[in-house]
C-alpha cells in the first residue's frame, strides 16, 4: 500500500512540476544570436524552489547518453527540487523536440537534517522485506478472486479488466544495489538504489514494455557511472 501511494504522489507531482515549470519560466532566446548552422548542448533551466539538492539531476544524462537512446537531442533540460517528507527529490525533464519521446528523471535522497529518514530504508520497506511477502500475498489472493469473478464474465468484460490490471514491481538484476521495473498503462519507470540514494526514470516514446525496460536500463547504467 505504501509502494502505491508513494507511486501516485511521485507521480502526480512530477507532472505538477513539468507543467508549472512549461508555464512559468521564461522562454530561452539566447539562441537568436547565435548561428542557426551550429549545435549546441542546451543549457539546464532551473525552476525557483525552497530547496536545492547537492546533487543536480540534469547533470546525470548527457546529450549523447539521450541521443543514443532516443535518436535525436534534447532541446530543454529543466531542473525543478522539491521537499517531499524527509526526502530532497531532484527532477530533471529532459523535452526532445519530439514531445512523446521526453524523459523525465528524479533522484531521491536525505534531507540534512538530524534524524532524517534514510531513502535506503523507506526502499526496503517499500520494495522488501514483510511488506513485500505481504504485498505479494495479498496480489496473490487479488488474482485468484479476480480469476474467479472473470469466469462468469462476458469475454469483453473479462479483456477490458486484465487491460486495467496492474503490473507488481518486477526485479531487474546488474543495476545499483536493487532495481525494480513498474509497468503502467502508459509506459513505466525504472527504479534504481545505490547506496543511500534511488532513482527512477520514466522514458516516453514509441515501443512496448520490453522496448521501454532496455530503454530505461541503458539510461540508468549512465546515471549510475556518473554517480561512481
Given at each position: 500500500m505504501r509502494f502505491l501511494l508513494y507511486m501516485i504522489i511521485l507521480g502526480a507531482l512530477s507532472g505538477a512540476a513539468c507543467r508549472s515549470?512549461?508555464?512559468?519560466?521564461p522562454a530561452n532566446t539566447s539562441g537568436a544570436n547565435q548561428s542557426a548552422a551550429t549545435v549546441n548542448t542546451p543549457t539546464p533551466r532551473v525552476v525557483a524552489s525552497p530547496v536545492h539538492s547537492k546533487i543536480d539531476a540534469c547533470t546525470l544524462l548527457t546529450t549523447d547518453d539521450l541521443k543514443g537512446v532516443q535518436g535525436e537531442v534534447y532541446k530543454d533540460a529543466q531542473r525543478s527540487d522539491r521537499l517531499d517528507g524527509d526526502f530532497i527529490v531532484a527532477q530533471c525533464y529532459f523535452a526532445?523536440?519530439?514531445?512523446?519521446?521526453?524523459?523525465?528523471?528524479?533522484?531521491?535522497?536525505?534531507k540534512d537534517e538530524s534524524g532524517a529518514r534514510s531513502p535506503k530504508a523507506f526502499w526496503e520497506q517499500t520494495f522488501g522485506g514483510d511488506e513485500e511477502k505481504e504485498r505479494e500475498g495479498k496480489?496473490?489472493?487479488?488474482?485468484?478472486?479476480?480469476?474467479?469473478?472473470?469466469?462468469?464474465?462476458?469475454?469483453?468484460?473479462?479483456?477490458?479488466?486484465?487491460?486495467?490490471?496492474a503490473a507488481p514491481p518486477e526485479p531487474v538484476k546488474g543495476l545499483g544495489d536493487e532495481a525494480f521495473w513498474v509497468a503502467s498503462p502508459v509506459g513505466g519507470a525504472i527504479y534504481v538504489l545505490k547506496n543511500d540514494l534511488f532513482f527512477r526514470i520514466s522514458v516516453g516514446g514509441a515501443g512496448d514494455q520490453k522496448t521501454k525496460l532496455n530503454k530505461s536500463k541503458l539510461l540508468a547504467q549512465k546515471v549510475l557511472t556518473k554517480l561512481g
Amino acid at each position: 500500500m505504501r509502494f502505491l501511494l508513494y507511486m501516485i504522489i511521485l507521480g502526480a507531482l512530477s507532472g505538477a512540476a513539468c507543467r508549472s515549470g512549461d508555464s512559468s519560466s521564461p522562454a530561452n532566446t539566447s539562441g537568436a544570436n547565435q548561428s542557426a548552422a551550429t549545435v549546441n548542448t542546451p543549457t539546464p533551466r532551473v525552476v525557483a524552489s525552497p530547496v536545492h539538492s547537492k546533487i543536480d539531476a540534469c547533470t546525470l544524462l548527457t546529450t549523447d547518453d539521450l541521443k543514443g537512446v532516443q535518436g535525436e537531442v534534447y532541446k530543454d533540460a529543466q531542473r525543478s527540487d522539491r521537499l517531499d517528507g524527509d526526502f530532497i527529490v531532484a527532477q530533471c525533464y529532459f523535452a526532445m523536440p519530439t514531445m512523446a519521446n521526453s524523459v523525465v528523471l528524479n533522484l531521491t535522497t536525505a534531507k540534512d537534517e538530524s534524524g532524517a529518514r534514510s531513502p535506503k530504508a523507506f526502499w526496503e520497506q517499500t520494495f522488501g522485506g514483510d511488506e513485500e511477502k505481504e504485498r505479494e500475498g495479498k496480489g496473490d489472493r487479488e488474482k485468484d478472486k479476480q480469476k474467479d469473478k472473470a469466469k462468469s464474465q462476458p469475454a469483453e468484460r473479462r479483456e477490458e479488466g486484465e487491460e486495467k490490471e496492474a503490473a507488481p514491481p518486477e526485479p531487474v538484476k546488474g543495476l545499483g544495489d536493487e532495481a525494480f521495473w513498474v509497468a503502467s498503462p502508459v509506459g513505466g519507470a525504472i527504479y534504481v538504489l545505490k547506496n543511500d540514494l534511488f532513482f527512477r526514470i520514466s522514458v516516453g516514446g514509441a515501443g512496448d514494455q520490453k522496448t521501454k525496460l532496455n530503454k530505461s536500463k541503458l539510461l540508468a547504467q549512465k546515471v549510475l557511472t556518473k554517480l561512481g
